[in-house]
């Protein structure tokens, strides 16, 4: 049973850092491209990054491009956002979310931001940027 847990949000002053992690287990990781969505107040969400799609390497939002990592440990089951330099757009509910591969196999696709482009979604965790 894939089950995937966020947390790690809070409150957090512009220029400042925080890091998320998501609780993933159930699935093997070399078989799904794992990604980092997030959704805005009043926003239509919008995806931040994305790990191990057909493409390879790590892709990433030109809004988050140079200031995100994303990163995962499949040993501890653990996915993580390191979020530097975080502008108060970043407020928002940051999800975890992974497709199997074999989806879009033979497809250009990184990642999406759409919940039914994925196979399983997390609940999300709560980051406000704010002064």
């Known amino acids: 049973q894939v089950q995937l847990v966020e947390s790690g949000g809070g409150l957090v002053q512009p220029g400042g850092s925080l890091t998320l992690s998501c609780a993933a287990s159930?699935?093997?990781?070399?078989?799904?491209?794992l990604s980092w969505v997030r959704q805005a107040p009043g926003k239509g969400p919008e995806w931040v990054s994305s790990f191990g799609s057909g493409r390879g390497g790590t892709h990433y939002a030109d809004s988050v491009k140079g200031r995100f990592t994303m990163s995962a440990d499949s040993a501890k089951n653990i996915i993580y956002l390191q979020m530097n330099s975080l502008e108060t757009e970043g407020t928002a509910v940051y999800y975890c979310a992974v497709v199997h591969l074999g989806r879009y196999h033979g497809i250009n696709w990184v990642g999406g931001s759409q919940k039914d482009e994925y196979d399983y979604w997390g609940q999300g965790t709560l980051v406000i940027v704010s002064s």
């Open positions: 159930g699935f093997i990781y070399s078989d799904y491209a």
